[in-house]
């Protein structure tokens, strides 16, 4: 070994032995990965910013990045690779919990003040610069000092004359100290106006209540906006509401809150996209019953790209895992959650678009535990758990957001997808009549007519074979 490198490696040796300080090693830990939420007015609880602030939790903060509760980051490394990722390094976090098990030093106290780290600058108002058009709440609205968190579906007009083709969206929270997160949706049918109750908004907790639906994106604490890649602006047609599903959680004194959302519109899309929708109404759980699976899936109709993709499910899903199985037999895996939190669902865009070949099956296992165990189950003692909207019911679901091969394939995907949801259907019903509601009455009573015809056997059911003839012929109609 030479001499060289020998000094490096005691050079090394010599500063892994000099316990980490605040101003030289944790400040930049902490102001890039937990001051987005960790100061004043932002949704944490306390500020991380100054040296006191983060040494009287040194230990507290030694545990919660050890056992990786923070920073929130759900998806596991290794199974699909997104953007903006919030995970401390392994060294990351060594060096924390070095930091507090040798009391925190602040270090270079009163000395150098070029040691000290500047506390980050974040940018006041809109992040990614003045919007085109801004859609804010009609009126305040007043949430209660305490109680349970809230779920409001808030209905706003955008007013078009034309359609448009936003190119980011940036949802800015009003009132930070409340605002937990927010998923905003378009909805063209007027169905959302119709579900208002009370000036302009309703009680909206699994999804907004309406379907189907448009879905612009997700906005949570230290989220960046939505921008659309050039080519594949996303389009909303004039006369369409933007729903805007705000979670609420209280903070111990009354709070007002009137959020909006900033969009930028440019030219009309060139490149196709799809939304992949997968969804298992299949959900019966037991009240105790800690290891409930869920399984579903969807055939994909032609060659895509992934962009993005959403799980979704309410508090008693423990475990969410996604993969694809491609046409050669080989699983590209998609996302792992393995300790899912209902209040750190999130949108996960990959860092690099997944190619998945038309035939691939996307498969959705899900675990749920409805024991007494699980502290957040909602009701105690367990009861027996349906799919549904509310609080107490279940889901499970992926949204998929994806790239086709050309503008022009955009019809026949949604008409292609359509179909597959009614075979995933089929394949899971009980009795083939209660058609679930994303199926609209015209295509009911045709479907009601094709599965009549393709009952060969007369029993009132479709079994795989009979399944199969009818998607064969109806997959043969929307090529
Ligand atoms: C995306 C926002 C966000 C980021 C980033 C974030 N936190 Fe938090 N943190 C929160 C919120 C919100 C809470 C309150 C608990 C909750 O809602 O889950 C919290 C709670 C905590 C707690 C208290 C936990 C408890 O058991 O009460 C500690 C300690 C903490 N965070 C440390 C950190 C550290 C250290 C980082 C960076 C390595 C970090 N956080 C990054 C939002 C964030």
New binding site residues.
């Given amino acids: 070994m030479s001499k060289v490198m020998l000094a490096g490696i005691a050079g090394a040796l010599a500063a892994a032995a000099v316990p980490p300080t605040f101003n030289r090693d944790i400040a930049p830990?902490?102001y890039k990965?937990?001051a987005?939420?960790?100061r004043p007015g932002e949704?944490?609880?306390?500020s991380?910013l100054t040296y006191r602030d983060a040494a009287k939790?040194a230990k507290?903060?030694a545990?919660?990045?050890q056992s990786r509760?923070?920073?929130?980051w759900k998806a596991e490394p290794g199974y699909g690779s997104f953007q903006n990722e919030?995970r401390?390094t392994d060294g990351q976090i060594a060096m924390?919990g070095e930091w507090a098990a040798n009391g925190a030093p602040e270090g270079d106290a009163g000395g150098d003040p070029g040691a000290k780290p500047a506390a980050p600058v974040f940018a006041e108002g809109w992040q990614a610069g003045q919007p085109d058009k801004v859609f804010t709440l009609p009126e305040k609205f007043s949430l209660a000092a305490d109680g349970p968190d809230q779920y409001r579906c808030f209905v706003v007009p955008m007013n078009l004359d034309h359609d448009v083709y936003v190119k980011s969206f940036e949802f800015r929270p009003d009132n930070r100290r409340v605002v937990?997160h927010a998923i905003v949706f378009s909805d063209p049918s007027g169905a959302a106006r119709r579900l208002v109750r009370n000036g302009n908004s309703y009680p909206c907790f699994g999804g907004p209540g309406f379907g189907p639906t448009g879905l612009v994106g997700g906005w949570?604490?230290?989220g960046s906006p939505g921008v659309f890649a050039k080519g594949m602006e996303l389009t909303v047609a004039k006369g369409t509401d933007l729903v805007l599903q705000i979670h609420y959680?209280p903070s111990g004194k009354p709070e007002l809150d009137q959020s909006s959302l900033g969009m930028t519109f440019g030219e009309a899309p060139t490149i196709g996209r799809g939304l992949v929708f997968i969804n298992s109404r299949a959900i019966d759980i037991p009240a105790g019953e800690s290891h409930y699976v869920v399984k579903t899936g969807m055939t994909i109709p032609q060659d895509v790209e992934v962009l993005g993709i959403t799980p979704h499910a309410h508090y008693l899903a423990r475990d969410m895992k996604i993969d694809a199985r491609l046409p050669d037999g080989s699983i590209t895996h998609m996302i792992w959650i393995k300790d899912w939190?209902f209040?750190?669902q999130g949108q996960y865009r990959y860092s690099q678009p997944l190619k998945l070949p038309r035939g691939t099956r996307v498969e959705l296992e899900y675990t749920y535990d409805n024991s007494a165990a699980n502290r957040r189950n909602p009701s105690n003692p367990p009861v027996r758990v349906h799919w549904g909207e509310q609080t107490t019911d279940e889901m499970a679901v992926a949204f998929m957001s994806v790239k086709l091969a050309s503008l022009a394939d955009e019809q026949t995907f949604q008409r292609q997808m359509g179909l597959e949801f009614i075979n995933e259907f089929l394949a899971q019903a009980e009795d083939i009549n209660d058609f679930p509601p994303e199926i609209n009455a015209v295509a009911r009573a045709r479907l009601a007519l094709a599965i009549g015809l393709f009952d060969r056997n007369h029993d009132g059911k479709l079994d795989a074979e009979e399944r199969k003839a009818l998607m064969d012929f109806l997959r043969a109609r929307v090529q």
Avoid: K
């Fill in positions: 830990i902490l990965n937990c987005t939420c960790h949704v944490a609880p306390f991380l939790r507290q903060i545990a919660v990045t509760f923070m920073p929130p919030r401390l924390l937990h949570a604490p230290g959680h939190d209040n750190w």
